[in-house]
């Protein structure tokens, strides 16, 4: 089965600074998909970027970029130019390339994020 | 509709009752996810709806926890006999294969 690890339950970090949230992952396949997810106090799950496994070139979507390192299983996310509404928890999240099913989306157990003002 | 919906927003039961989630997934959407979140915890999957598929349940904590979804759309989350443990956020999702999911705003279960 497939595991998808953020070792950071907290990040802080000051306004308009740039932070990078860290994201592992293990799966023997070798197509999949990687997302990160935005929750705010909401608790409305927003998408915030997708990675297809085949791509060599990095997600970008405005403010926030990935870093995916397919040989290591990495995929973390950066948010440049960090706003106050960007705080709230962020899940990594994996999904194998076809189909679903128990292991179809697997997610981390979130980072939270702090934005000093 | 525009986006996945889902109600009751927040819901308190007594414990020993029943109570029935409901998912409206984006029109179009084949497949359908129910997760559960505990305070301050990640996403714990529940079952899985693809098109006319049997639905995989493998995730359902008990057999008190059941769903259905009907004519391929809308799907109604059952939990009988609640217990205390069962206070969570329920958060359905939806999405065409090998998409990215969407979200609804999740139900609030609390059980007292």
């Known amino acids: 089965a497939q595991t998808v690890t953020q070792s950071q339950p907290e990040m802080s970090v000051q306004e308009a600074e740039t932070v990078t949230l860290s994201c592992t992952y293990d799966t023997s396949e070798s197509d999949y998909y990687l997302f990160w997810y935005k929750q705010p106090p909401s608790r409305q799950m927003i998408l915030v970027i997708r990675q297809e496994a085949y791509k060599q070139q990095n997600a970008t979507e405005n403010r926030f970029s990935v870093n995916f390192q397919k040989a290591a299983k990495s995929f973390s996310l950066k948010i440049s130019d960090s706003q106050l509404g960007d705080a709230a928890m962020y899940f990594c999240a994996y999904r194998r390339f076809s189909g679903g099913g128990a292991d179809g989306l697997t997610f981390g157990k979130g980072t939270h994020l702090i934005i000093q003002p | 509709g525009a986006g996945v919906s889902q109600s009751p927003s927040n819901k308190v039961t007594e414990k020993g009752k029943d109570v029935e989630l409901r998912c409206d997934p984006i029109?179009?959407?084949?497949?359908l996810y129910w997760y559960r979140q505990s305070l301050g915890q990640g996403l714990e999957f529940l079952i899985y709806?693809?098109?006319?598929?049997?639905?995989?349940k493998s995730g359902l904590p008990s057999d008190r926890f059941s769903a259905e979804r009907t004519g391929g759309s809308v799907s109604t989350l059952t939990i009988q006999r609640t217990q205390q443990e069962d206070s969570a956020v329920y958060l359905c999702?939806?999405?065409?294969?090998?998409?990215?999911?969407?979200f609804g705003q999740g139900t609030r279960l609390t059980v007292v």
């Open positions: 709806f693809q098109g006319n598929s049997a639905p995989d």
């Open positions: 029109s179009g959407h084949t497949a």
């Open positions: 999702a939806s999405s065409l294969v090998d998409r990215e999911a969407f």
